[in-house]
């Protein structure tokens, strides 16, 4: 998805331990998975659902980035869904239902935004939360189930998920005029297991003052780099 032109949080970050993470989203067995740096659309990310016989409980499942609605006939939609707005999300077809029956917490420690410079280049930044602290963005997911060739009685389903947006907070409006939802973590269990009216008022930009941010090489612009050189500050625009 777009907003003037520019896609809003199309790279992530997850760096953080698996105890922390599972501290974090209240997920007693959280696989242990090397750090990323440098996650794009398309690839599998992972997302804590609540278990659907024990919504107090949670797991977490990897997902392909982008959702596929479950009445697509060609997953390729998905790579145009990485990012719902919050505004359309319960009318629009491609998530109102997944709205409505399957949130999920997508986790991560950062996200990339391009900042577009009067010189007509874009700047990369890393955004998230002070100390690098894992948060969840509010997320959906969908099963798609593909059509039988004939050939075969086993036909895989593909889980697949999106991160909700809305408008820009301080820290992001000179960067971008979006921003991901970031749900605190009181608002965890709210997001998984409310009825939709009430999630509705949880996708409001976080508070001023509450993000940090940096510049970071334009390495991050091929997401074939996948490095700890990603993250790291730079002084100058690149």
């Given at each position: 998805?777009t907003v003037?032109?520019?896609i809003?949080c199309?790279?992530i970050?997850?760096r953080?331990?698996?105890g922390?993470?599972?501290?974090?989203?209240q997920?007693?067995?959280?696989?242990?998975?090397?750090?990323?740096?440098n996650?794009?659309p398309?690839?599998?990310?992972?997302?804590?659902?609540?278990l659907?016989?024990?919504?107090?409980s949670?797991?977490v499942?990897p997902?392909k980035?982008?959702?596929?609605?479950?009445?697509?006939?060609?997953p390729a939609?998905?790579?145009?869904?990485?990012?719902?707005?919050a505004?359309t999300v319960?009318?629009?077809p491609?998530f109102r239902?997944?709205?409505?029956k399957?949130?999920?917490?997508?986790?991560?420690?950062?996200?990339?935004e391009?900042e577009k410079?009067p010189e007509?280049?874009?700047?990369p930044w890393l955004i998230?939360?002070?100390?690098?602290?894992p948060f969840?963005?509010?997320g959906?997911?969908?099963e798609?189930h593909?059509?039988s060739?004939?050939t075969?009685?086993?036909?895989?389903t593909v889980l697949?998920?999106?991160?909700?947006?809305?408008?820009a907070n301080?820290?992001?409006?000179?960067i971008?005029?979006r921003?991901p939802?970031?749900?605190?973590?009181?608002?965890?269990?709210?997001w998984?297991?409310?009825?939709?009216?009430e999630?509705?008022?949880l996708?409001k930009p976080?508070?001023?003052?509450?993000?940090h941010?940096?510049?970071?090489?334009v390495?991050?612009?091929?997401?074939?780099?996948?490095?700890?050189e990603?993250?790291l500050?730079i002084?100058h625009?690149?």
């Amino acid at each position: 998805m777009t907003v003037g032109g520019r896609i809003m949080c199309g790279r992530i970050t997850l760096r953080a331990s698996a105890g922390k993470l599972s501290e974090t989203f209240q997920v007693a067995d959280w696989p242990q998975l090397f750090p990323r740096f440098n996650i794009a659309p398309t690839q599998l990310i992972l997302c804590v659902r609540a278990l659907p016989d024990d919504p107090a409980s949670r797991e977490v499942v990897p997902m392909k980035w982008g959702l596929i609605p479950g009445w697509a006939h060609d997953p390729a939609i998905g790579n145009r869904m990485i990012n719902a707005r919050a505004e359309t999300v319960a009318e629009k077809p491609s998530f109102r239902t997944a709205f409505k029956k399957r949130r999920c917490l997508i986790p991560a420690d950062g996200f990339y935004e391009w900042e577009k410079t009067p010189e007509g280049k874009k700047q990369p930044w890393l955004i998230g939360l002070p100390g690098d602290a894992p948060f969840a963005f509010a997320g959906l997911w969908e099963e798609w189930h593909p059509a039988s060739d004939g050939t075969s009685d086993v036909v895989p389903t593909v889980l697949s998920c999106t991160i909700l947006t809305t408008s820009a907070n301080a820290e992001m409006q000179p960067i971008h005029d979006r921003m991901p939802v970031i749900l605190r973590p009181d608002d965890h269990a709210v997001w998984l297991n409310a009825g939709p009216h009430e999630c509705l008022s949880l996708l409001k930009p976080l508070p001023d003052g509450t993000l940090h941010r940096h510049r970071v090489s334009v390495r991050v612009n091929n997401p074939r780099n996948e490095s700890a050189e990603c993250v790291l500050a730079i002084t100058h625009a690149s």
